[in-house]
């Protein structure tokens, strides 16, 4: 088992380049969730995704996208980066209603 | 809406001492309680939880108690080392979420040998 993947791991953006984050998990977790997580903010939920077709808002979604693939797969999309997303994401994912979210290492983000 | 405050770090402790990690919640409704670890350069991975009122977390010498009373989930170990030096978070997940988690801002502890 792989738990929790994400790709890439490291990236740097210019401002205004597009860019797409994946994550797959291989529990059959119904929940997957992104976190971006900044210094001395802890993490704060930007989009989840209760179930395969389903995705609502977070705490911080402005300027990002996602898409439920499937069931394995939740992608965030950067539209047009900006510095202000220069950050670290997290994938993670869930049994529905479970809770205990299961964390993928992340991918640190630099927008110049 | 629903909060966790836990205290400030850096926390710099010698091997062997004892550790305490604040955390205090607001909520309505009955949460669950969590303390998530982060070693460098990892995702965060689940340490202990709670799950209702007086329930005690126990995990690799790690425990906290669920204190409805005091809105409280304090971290404790009676003797840290050097390998528990990473980054604590506490975390609630209200019952009428669909499992969103809250965190609060991450605690840093660092043990010296």
């Known amino acids: 088992n792989a738990g929790v993947t994400q790709t890439p791991k490291f990236q740097v953006l210019k401002t205004g380049q597009s860019m797409t984050l994946q994550c797959a998990q291989d529990?059959?977790?119904?929940?997957m969730y992104w976190y971006r997580q900044d210094p001395g903010m802890g993490l704060r939920l930007i989009y989840y995704s209760a179930s395969e077709g389903t995705t609502d808002k977070g705490e911080v979604p402005n300027g990002y996208n996602v898409s439920r693939l499937n069931k394995r797969e939740f992608s965030l999309r950067l539209e047009s980066a900006a510095p202000s997303q220069t950050s670290v994401y997290f994938c993670?994912?869930?049994?529905?209603?479970?809770?205990?979210?299961?964390f993928g290492p992340g991918t640190r983000l630099t927008v110049t | 809406g629903d909060s966790v405050t836990q205290m400030e770090g850096p926390v710099t402790l010698s091997e062997e001492a004892f550790l305490t990690i604040n955390c205090t919640y607001t909520a309505t409704g009955y949460p669950s309680l969590f303390w998530y670890v982060q070693y460098p350069g990892e995702g965060l991975q689940l340490l202990l939880k709670a799950t209702k009122a007086d329930d005690k977390g126990s995990n690799k010498g790690f425990e906290a108690t669920y204190r409805k009373e005091t809105t409280s989930f304090h971290l404790e170990k009676g003797s840290v080392q050097v390998s528990d030096s990473a980054v604590y978070f506490c975390a609630l997940s209200d019952r009428g979420s669909q499992g969103n988690l809250i965190f609060g801002k991450g605690t840093k502890l660092s043990v010296k040998p």
């Open positions: 529990m059959n977790h119904n929940s």
């Open positions: 993670a994912s869930s049994e529905a209603r479970q809770y205990q979210q299961y």
